[in-house]
């Protein structure tokens, strides 16, 4: 089935670095959705790219999606002590099922 | 505004015990889902449903059993739990799988 890969598995950065997170397949990616999950927490949902070459802002956020549509990024910049957390991303599959990475651990030393 | 609504929070069970994990929504969502989440290996579908009455598998559904009898409520059932079922159990909604999830707030379950 289809796989969604995220790296890196873990990021520590100091407080006001920069962060990305990755997301590829081998395949064609449907929709990609963005979740974080605080810890301790439950996922909440960010965002969703649904065209080639999309790109999203949210504030400090930036969303990407590649122009082949087989990967995906998440742009944090400066950090801040409320952005730890672990990132997801999904890929949307028939059934409006939601196959998610591994997701990427972000923790911000203040 | 509840949004998804899981009970219970916690539970700790002996092997071989049965429990049902409840799950409801009040936001008229056609689509629920259950999902367990292991330590490094994200969040892996085991169930879900497109709509009152149906359910079907999804990625890891063996040991696990399923109903939707009403639109608002999705149940998990675990009829003879084996250690190998200790997670965080998310259940998640979404009106026709678009403008993405919401989760509730998890059922972290310890089977011993």
């Known amino acids: 089935g289809q796989q969604v890969m995220q790296i890196p598995q873990y990021q520590h950065v100091q407080e006001g670095e920069d962060f990305t997170t990755y997301c590829n397949s081998s395949?064609?990616?449907?929709?990609i959705q963005w979740y974080k999950q605080r810890p301790g927490g439950h996922p909440v949902f960010l965002i969703q790219?649904?065209?080639?070459?999309e790109v999203k802002k949210q504030k400090r956020l930036t969303f990407q999606f590649g122009e082949a549509k087989k990967n995906s990024s998440l742009h944090i910049t400066a950090t801040q002590t409320t952005d730890v957390g672990t990132y997801f991303c999904?890929?949307?599959?028939?059934?409006?099922?939601?196959?998610f990475g591994e997701g990427t651990q972000l923790t911000v030393n203040p | 505004n509840a949004g998804v609504t899981q009970t219970p929070k916690f539970r700790v069970l002996k092997t071989g015990q049965s429990m049902t994990l409840l799950c409801a929504q009040d936001?008229?969502?056609?689509?629920m889902y259950w999902y367990r989440q292991d330590p490094g290996m994200g969040l892996r579908l085991i169930h879900y449903?497109?709509?009152?009455?149906?359910?079907a598998k999804g990625e890891v559904p063996d040991g696990y059993n399923v109903s939707r009898l009403k639109k608002q409520n999705f149940l998990l059932g675990l009829e003879s739990a084996a250690p190998s079922q200790t997670s965080v159990y998310f259940c998640?909604?979404?009106?026709?799988?678009?403008?993405?999830?919401?989760f509730g707030s998890g059922t972290r379950l310890t089977v011993v």
């Open positions: 449903s497109v709509g009152e009455g149906t359910t």
């Open positions: 999904a890929d949307e599959t028939s059934g409006s099922r939601l196959t």
């Open positions: 998640a909604s979404s009106y026709f799988g678009v403008r993405g999830y919401t």
């Open positions: 790219l649904v065209k080639s070459g």
């Open positions: 936001m008229n969502h056609e689509y």
């Open positions: 395949t064609t990616l449907s929709n």
